[in-house]
Each structure stands twice: as C-alpha cells, then as structure tokens.
C-alpha cells in the first residue's frame, strides 16, 4: 500500500508540468474560466482533469529534473500552451458577443449598458442574448467534448519533452482574426441591412411629411423592425454558430500541429 504514495521524481516533475498546463487552460476557457466562478473551483477543476490525463501520457522521455534550469523553459512552454488553448476556445464566444455589439450600435441602443459577469465588464442586451444563445449552442452540439479532447490532443501534437515552442503556425493568426470578424459581421448582417433600408425609408417620409419628428419617431420603428428581424433570422444565426465553431476548432489544431 505505500508503493501507491512512492513517487519519482520523474513522476512529480511530469505532473507538475501537465498541471501547468491545465491551469493555464482552465482560468482562460470560456465557461468555467470567467471571473463568476470561484478560483478554488477553478483549481479544483484542472487538478481532477490532470489527474485523469496524466495516466495515458508519454512523460517517461522528459530529459531534465528538478536541479536543472531547463524545467524552467519546460514550465513556460507548458503555460503558453495552455493560456493559447483557452484563449482559441473562447473566440467563439468572443465573435458571437461582437456581432451582439455591432448589432446594438445598428438599433442604437449600444447605450443601455448591463454589466455582464461572464465577461466581467459591462455589454448590450442583444450581446447577453447572443451570448446565451451561444452557450445553449455550444452544450447542446458536445462542444465541451470537442474543447477537451483538443486538450487532449494538444499534449500528442506539443508532447511534454518538447524544449520549446514553434511559432510558424502564428503567421497566420492574423487572417484568422479577419475569418472571425467576417463570420461575426455575417451574423449581424440582417439586422445591418434591414436598418439601413428602414433608415433610407423613415428619411424620405421625413421630406415627405416634415410634420413628422423623425428624431423621436425613428428609433422605435429601428427597434422594433429590428426585433423582427432578429427573430425571423435566428435560424442563420444558428447556421453561422455552427460555421463558426468549425473555423475555430480546425484553426486550432492546424495551430497545434505546427507548435
């Protein structure tokens, strides 16, 4: 029974190093990683998930121990990976809580402010919507499984005996950013049109009929042709979800893959 509790230092070193990553993952996910849930849940959460993965990894090969100075890079590598896996997970729900934004500027409601303790700063209601509905979207297709199986993975494709980190995959995060505004203008897209047209509309009656204040009258007809529209172009926004998360899962293992 006390060979159970008889660790190497091998052992002890390798834990410590996927633990590292695990940390690093956990505070930056989306979900678990915002500031409403507590750190120690947070802390609880990547040592049970460490203590599950560290028994099917290959950490035999790792060439330094506790006396050396190279478990430093090793450390450091082990967080970046991890800080950049949380941070690509939760770019879907970042570009879904940007079209909510681009939205609410369209209506002209961006000034209705709600503070938003997911995201832990204040936000629009069309973005809380968007945001919820994202959530729903993202459990209700086993996204968590996707997100934690590419953790998973990570640790194949940037095993713990790298000694450092190849960023030639990086030169293309840039035109990743441009894929994801792209996808997010998209969603926002029928509201954007549709309150262009019911702008050019409400100016043409306004010389019409100069009678009319379009200052006051406008933007309850904007917010309520705006709801319309959301409403009957919530099944595009459910299609671009799913365009969405497929963008940002391939990126992030094509990403792994050139660590």
């Given at each position: ?16 190093l ?6 690093a ?32 990894l ?53 000034s ?27 459990f209700?297709?086993?996204g ?47 509201l954007?049109v549709?309150?262009l ?11 019409a ?17 705006g ?22 899962s ?10």
């Amino acid at each position: 029974m006390e060979s159970v509790y008889n660790f190497s230092m091998a052992e002890i070193l390798a834990f410590a190093l996927v633990l590292l990553r695990m940390v690093a993952f956990v505070v930056t996910m989306p979900v678990i990683g915002t500031a409403v849930v507590p750190a120690h849940v947070k802390a609880l959460f990547a040592l049970s998930m460490g203590i599950v993965v560290f028994p099917i990894l290959h950490w035999q090969k790792i060439p330094v121990d506790f006396e050396s100075m190279m478990i430093v890079s090793l450390a450091v590598k082990e967080v970046a990976v991890g800080l950049f896996l949380g941070f690509i997970a939760r770019l879907f729900f970042m570009t879904v809580s940007m079209a909510g934004q681009i939205m609410s500027v369209s209506l002209g409601i961006s000034s209705a402010q709600l503070f938003n303790p997911a995201m832990a700063e204040t936000s629009t209601a069309f973005d809380q919507i968007y945001l919820t509905l994202a959530s729903m979207f993202f459990f209700s297709i086993n996204g968590h499984h996707l997100l934690f199986s590419a953790l998973i993975d990570s640790f194949r494709l940037v095993p713990l005996q790298n000694m450092g980190l190849h960023f030639m995959g990086l030169q293309d995060f840039g035109a990743i950013v441009q894929k994801v505004m792209g996808v997010a203008v998209k969603m926002s897209a029928p509201l954007m049109v549709s309150i262009l047209f019911m702008n050019v509309a409400v100016a043409v009656i306004g010389r019409a009929v100069p009678q009319i204040n379009i200052l006051i009258t406008s933007m309850p007809v904007n917010i309520l042709a705006g709801l319309m529209v959301t409403i009957v172009s919530m099944p595009l926004l459910i299609w671009q979800m799913h365009d969405l998360l497929e963008l940002t899962s391939g990126q992030l293992f094509q990403i792994l893959k050139s660590l």
